[in-house]
């Protein structure tokens, strides 16, 4: 699924970025970046609870980011 967000999110009032799209380097991590991430997620991982966003979570930790370094962007079903 490609993403349809490609562009950094900014803050209204300032111009600032607070946030950039998720995106993975070649030998499957996180690219470091200081500020949040944000993620497509679809509702139906979302709503099955921890238990499926454990993958997730163990990813950003072996990138070196935590769960709250995510933003979602949108859910789909």
């Known amino acids: ?3 349809l967000l490609t562009s950094p999110v900014e803050d209204l009032d300032t111009g600032a970025v607070i946030a950039r799209p ?14 949040p991430m944000v993620l497509e997620l ?9 238990g499926a966003l454990a993958p997730l979570h163990e990813a950003m ?3 070196g980011r935590h769960p709250r370094d995510a933003v ?3 859910l789909r079903y």
């Open 1 to 3: 699924m490609s993403s």
């Open 22 to 35: 998720a995106v993975i380097d070649p030998a499957g991590y996180l690219r470091a970046d200081p500020l």
């Open 61 to 63: 930790r072996r990138s």
């Open 72 to 74: 979602p962007a949108e």
């Open 42 to 50: 679809p509702m139906r991982i979302v709503l099955a609870g921890a």
